[in-house]
């Protein structure tokens, strides 16, 4: 029993040590000073700014990965091409590597000097330093979830549904909206929330990439960074508790679709 | 489908927010301020000041890293730095006028000294360089080849043994013993201001103005003037672009005695003369104070001292196995 | 059951796949995106890095500064996955075969290094574990908080992986194991954990993925100190600060490949994992 108890209480503990007391550390810092400083340090323009932008390529970047993950999760599954295997392996690379390689990449690419750089500012078209460059950061690191969710269900369901409409008839959109997709939704769904949160916790990638000027580049995250070495803690608290509400939501979200999809 | 509302609340509230930001952009001008990472807090209440229906952006970090980063594609229109190289890799990719020094003012806007940062009781008793060097002391200063605060340092050291009439070659194995006493390489002034706030070191090398706002902070520190110290001198100017002529107003405002009062209040010498008197017990002035003229000027101290292969402080760097690159 | 970040079904036995074509457009479209977004991105990291030729590669990358990066962040990795190969085990036991109050909320809150900003996380064990932290221990700028910043955001990988097959387990052999008098150690050492093993491995490889890469977390409270408390991402941030994206290059791409070495390093695993249900 002693061994039973010892496992049960350690790693409470380690959960507590490492995880928990550094959260709830945050929200008292945010609200040491009681709920004004804490508006005030949220309302202020570049804060304002800073969350609005961080939503807006958020808005941007889930859509089309969500879009992109249902039909790479399709193609990896139901493959036609050889090679699928290596796209797997690709799709899961955001996952694995360094976000700051990630702003590196892109800064090679798109600064003046870059592969693509040159060509598009003739053309007025900025990139690095400006909100498309953030987006793109923020689309490569964001890429795998709803894949990874959306195959294994499509692995598992099988092709006889699918098989069968199609000698019924039915096209390939058709056979997608009525039989694919409503078995996917609930990864669809997980995978979307995952992304959000991913998107909104953005935060290497994008420190190369955007340059940060408050009020015009800076997202959430780096406005933290910012608060917290210009001697404003309450303003860096303040944020974060922004930031680590909106992952506690998603914690809420995903446990909601975890119960979900045992029950449907 | 189950999924047909949340998808269509989104985009709601994507347009929602996209239509806020697309009309807030339209209606003022906005002015991007790139600078080194001292002005931090001052700028804020500059531009508050200023109002004239201009929004700003703002970015403050290591003086070498915002220049280059100004010329590989950083939107500014406006640029403060801390040496006046940093201004010239600007004017060199034609983004600055090359004329950006012409006012009275030489494109100075405000000024600072080299101080010491200390410990509230200075438990080891440091008061001048020669203590800086002694044995069980720890010197903070930031990367010479990221930092211009840490070049005002590094010459502020070279140029006080001058002034106590050692040769250059003394000089120069003072400022090894610096680099040995030195244990931290963060890449902008205000990182080593809060690498010396967190515990690290005895001492640290810093703007005055920087020193006074850890002061303002309630921080436990306080600072001391050496008696031979390099006057730092911060160059501003505006950038060619679509802002220009909106930038150069807010450059030129920058200068006027209401300005200039707003940088004394918030501990920058200022520059304009008449300010400058009504400060002065804030900004004592010191004995053996040298300007970087007194060393040779920018130019030829940077490419003597910080040349990244051949410079002075790259071989003493290389000598003690400590990292050169900038 | 929708394990995060690892498919953890990958470790059970799956459906046979019959080739029904996907519609060759969505091929398309998908491979199209995935070249813009994450191939040609790569492909600059890896022109930049060789460029001049593989040995002036090996000069940059290998230089001292760089060395002791990766080799501290290789060995600091390494005691983190070591510790999140027996925490996690430790978290995804009493989550599958204990029962308290309140385990529903401990398990949810198991995801929260993957919903929460890296930025924030730092800046968390920094107000705890630093200079002005309440609990007394500074460990800011020491090689302790670069650990303390990566166990943060490691803690979910080897759990999650674990777990699923924790759940899956049939507990017969273990049962009969105890009826024959059998400690429960020894029959965890020898019953479960075999079970366990390409789960397990899985997890301490993706965390160990995360930990090389890692960022946000670690930016505050390390101090950047080179040779000292440098990571591999920092030192290739501020290499690209000083503008010299040829040497920030060289240690990326490195990255890279070893990213990419673990990723098939997992899908090997995963391999041989099912290699009785092929």
Known sequence: MIGKHAVRYGSLLYLAAILIAPVVLVFYRAFEHGPGPFWDAISNPA????LRLTLYVTLITVPLNTAFGILCGIAIVRHRIPGMGLVNAIVDLPLALSPVVVGLALYLLYGNDGWFGGFLHDHGFRVLFATPGIVLATLFISLPFVV?????????????????????????????????????????????????????????????????????????????QASYENFDQTGAYAASVLLAGLAILTLLLMTVMKRGDRSS | MKLRRPVLALL????????????AAKQDTSLSVVGYSIPTSVFPKLEAA???????????????????????????????FSITTDMDRLVNAKLVDKNWASNRY????????????????????????????????????????????????????????????????????????????????DTSGRNALNTFLSGKGDVLLDYESDAKLAQSQGKPVFY??????????????????????????????????????????????????????????????RPQLFTIGYLGGWPRVDKTFFDPTNGVVAKIEQSLGVSTGG | MFPLAVDAARFLPTARRRAVGAPALAS????????????????????????????????????????????????VSGIVVLVNAVTGTALAWTLVRDSFAGKSIVNALIDLPFALPTIVAGLTLLALYGPTGIVGVDIAFTRLGVLAALLFVTLPF???????????????????????????????????????????LSGVALAFARAIGEFGAVILISGNLPFKTEVASLYVFQRLNSGDPQGASALALLMLVISFLVLLGVGGIRRWATRHDR
């Open chain 3, 158 to 200: 080897v759990v999650r992986t674990v777990q699923p097959v924790l759940i899956e387990l049939d507990r017969e052999q273990e049962e009969a194991a105890a009826s024959l008098g059998a400690s429960r150690f020894h029959s965890f050492r020898s019953i479960v954990l075999p079970h366990l093993l390409p789960a397990l």
């Open chain 2, 106 to 185: 030489h494109g100075i806007v405000s000024k600072s000294v080299v101080v010491f940062v200390l410990r509230n009781g200075n438990p080891k008793h440091i008061k001048t360089w020669d203590d800086l060097v002694k044995p069980g002391v720890q010197v903070v200063f930031p990367n010479p080849f990221s930092s211009g605060g840490a070049r005002w340092d590094v010459m502020a050291a070279y140029g006080s043994q001058l002034r106590e009439h050692k040769t250059a070659a003394q000089a120069k194995a003072y400022l090894k013993q610096l680099f040995q006493h030195n244990v931290s390489q």
């Open chain 1, 148 to 224: 990874r969710e959306v195959v294994p269900v499509l692995r598992e369901i099988g092709t006889d549904q699918e098989e069968a409409a199609a000698t019924l008839g039915a096209s390939a959109f058709t056979t997608f909206r009525r039989i694919t997709f409503p078995a996917i939704r609930w990864a669809v769904a997980y995978g979307v929330v995952l992304t959000t949160a991913r998107c909104l916790g953005e935060f290497g990638a994008v420190s190369v990439v955007s340059g940060g000027l408050a009020g015009r580049t800076q997202v959430l995250t780096q406005y933290v």
């Open chain 2, 224 to 285: 001391l003037i050496p008696k031979a110290t390099l006057q730092i001198e911060t160059p501003l100017a505006a950038v060619d672009g679509s802002n220009k002529a909106e930038a150069k107003t807010f450059v030129n405002w920058l200068y006027t005695p209401a300005a200039q009062r707003i940088w004394a209040e918030n501990g920058f010498r200022p520059v304009d003369p008449t300010v400058a008197k009504r400060y002065k017990a804030q900004f004592p002035p």
């Open chain 3, 28 to 75: 398309g479209l998908a491979l199209t995106y995935l070249s813009v977004i994450v191939l040609i991105p790569l492909a600059a990291i890896a022109a930049e890095g060789v460029q001049g030729g593989w040995q002036h590669f090996w000069e940059v990358a290998w230089n001292p500064e760089a060395r002791a990066a990766l080799k501290l962040t290789f060995a």
């Open chain 2, 50 to 80: 200023y109002g004239n229906g201009v929004t700003f952006a703002n970015s403050f970090a290591a003086s070498e890293v915002q220049s280059k980063a100004v010329a590989a594609g950083l939107p500014a229109d406006v640029v403060n």
């Open chain 2, 12 to 23: 709601v509230l994507a347009s929602l927010v996209s239509a806020t930001s697309a009309s």
């Open chain 1, 47 to 50: 804060a304002v700014h800073a």
